[in-house]
């Protein structure tokens, strides 16, 4: 879990800075700091759809989970909801911060397929670049919120931590040899794409609305699932 702790200390040393700070980081230096981490991001998903597509053995089926996931999350309204809930939760104490806190570190892609591509694969690219994009939303939440956002970091382990005991323990028990290689090449074409789709969010060239896309992370699960079952 050497990639979730790594986050986790980054939360805590941003937590820290931002605190020092308190009159929070001039916007110019936002600025820069996010057009960086969207330029990463963006670079991070194309070069995972461009490493994995290849080696898919079912090169529709990423195109598929888009459509499907897009639409279950567009009918639940993932993306508004999360919105919604950080305008609820931005007016300055600290309850609301760590509220805030809470939803920018743990609801997104690298959140959640980082530790599952820890678990099965020792590869912490996406918790690193994770890592490295909550450094820089700590440092300004702290600069307003103060110290105690730093209290979102022991959240932040135990959330990663359940997907990495999850992919470790539960995947690895239903899905095996080709079926896990399968599983494996399939999310990481997805959630390339998705990641990818942060990036152009962050540097605000598009609102992809990604939160809308996350269902597309189960399509996958469910197809390598019932490929098994079913014996095809």
Known sequence: MIGTIVNVCTICTGSIIGSILKKGIKEKYQNVLYTAMGLAATALGINAVVNHLPDSNYPVLFIVSLALGGLLGTALDLDGRFGRLVAKHSNGNLGEGLATGFLLYCIGTLSILGPVMSALYGDHTYLFTNATL???????????????????????????????????????????????????????????????????????????KTLNLLPSLLVPILFCALKGIMGF
């Open 134 to 208: 909550d450094l820089v939303t700590s440092m300004v939440l702290a600069s307003t919120y103060g110290i105690g956002m730093i209290l979102v970091a022991p959240v932040l382990f135990v959330w990663q931590g359940t997907f990495y005991v999850l992919a470790k323990y539960v995947c690895t028990a239903f899905f095996t040899g080709e079926a896990l290689t399968d599983l494996i090449t399939e999310l990481s074409v997805v959630g390339g794409i998705l990641i990818a789709a942060s990036g152009i969010n962050i540097l605000k060239i598009k609102d992809c």
